[in-house]
């Protein structure tokens, strides 16, 4: 394989939601810690991310809707883990930037804009790679650079919607690892575990991508885990 093995690791609720509404201010991490009944197994989902790869692929609009915009500098404390992040916006101001080169063992910034912060931050920083990308950003070719030229062999996705949709359908999730959060959320413009655009025909059907299930587990406060591999290659028929 010419790119590194990938998870997709998310919290979700029992209707597929990954966030509590359509706006930037509402957020699972946020507002599942206020609701009874949620907020008591909540932490286990904490506890099984701090097992994921050493590698977290993430996408700028998410991390700024976190805060790390906004992170008190001085109160940063550098983990093992490498992030990647991607920001064609830019999301991400020069406090985020700096926030993930003092948090990050490197941080990977994938941009398709020539002045993006990260360029400014990365001369104070020994830790910052930037892919930069000419025009649309090319995913495989992004995945493939990680692998080849920084020998990033595993790496957990904790993406929105969108972004798993594109990298669903270039078949770059290779395993889920899901919490699922004993709650329904509702709302058809609040986004999912995977997004995107819908398929129109049944053209489209090799756009779905079959599960093998190899782990469901009941955890405490009626909390679900479900763990399996992606069938990448979809055959009708």
């Known amino acids: 394989m010419n790119r590194p093995l990938t998870t997709l690791f ?10 509590t509404g359509d706006v930037d201010t509402l957020d699972v991490d946020k507002d599942f810690s206020r609701i009874r009944g949620i907020k008591e197994g909540l932490k286990q989902y904490y506890e099984l991310e701090e097992k994921t790869d050493l590698v977290s ?3 700028g609009r998410v991390q700024a809707k976190v805060g790390v915009n ?39 910034l994938v941009t398709n804009k020539k ?16 892919l930069y990308c000419e025009g649309r950003i090319d995913f495989p ?12 062999e595993r790496m957990t996705i904790q993406t929105g919607g969108t972004l798993n949709s594109i990298l669903l359908r270039n078949k770059l999730i290779d395993r889920i690892s899901i919490v699922i959060a004993p709650c329904l959320v509702g709302g058809k413009n609040t986004s ?8 129109h025909s049944e053209a489209d059907l090799v756009n779905i991508k079959a599960l093998k299930i190899t782990k469901c587990e009941m955890l405490k406060d009626s909390y679900i885990h479900i763990e399996g591999d992606v069938e990448n290659d979809t055959i009708i028929g």
Not at 83 to 103: I, T
């Open 141 to 152: 070719d992004v995945f493939r650079r990680l692998k080849e030229e920084y020998g990033i």
């Open 70 to 108: 906004e992170k008190n500098l001085e109160d940063v404390e550098k983990i093992p883990v490498s992030f990647v992040v991607v920001d064609d916006k830019p999301y991400l101001n020069k406090n985020g930037c700096e926030y993930f080169a003092k948090r990050s063992k490197i941080f990977y």
């Open 57 to 59: 692929f993430n996408s």
């Open 10 to 19: 998310l919290l979700e609720s029992l209707d597929g939601k990954i966030s």
């Open 115 to 130: 002045n993006h912060p990260a360029f400014t931050v990365k001369e104070q920083y020994d830790n910052i790679e930037i």
């Open 192 to 199: 999912t575990l995977v997004d995107g655009e819908s398929l």
